[in-house]
């Protein structure tokens, strides 16, 4: 619920790039679109930018930014 009090359906896609590397998609869905709706849809957006660097820190380096 995502504290919305509402359902939000997250969806996260790995593609393998040709390269080696990996290409993350986050999307999200269900969020309304009112101004305090879309106030946390993109609020949401940037916790998940900063997941994903997380993200790429542990695997790479083994550090915990978390």
């Not at 969806?11 to 993350?24: A, C, N, S, W, Y």
Request: glycine share 14%; proline share 5%; hydrophobic share 35%.
């Amino acid at each position: 619920m995502c504290g919305t009090g509402y359902p939000i359906v997250i969806t996260m896609e790995l593609q393998p790039l040709d390269d080696g590397g990996t290409l993350l998609g986050v999307s999200e869905a269900g969020w309304k679109t009112d101004e305090p709706g879309l106030k946390v849809s993109h609020k949401n957006c940037s916790g998940w930018t900063n997941m994903a660097m997380c993200l790429k820190s542990w695997i790479e380096h083994g550090t915990d930014l978390r």
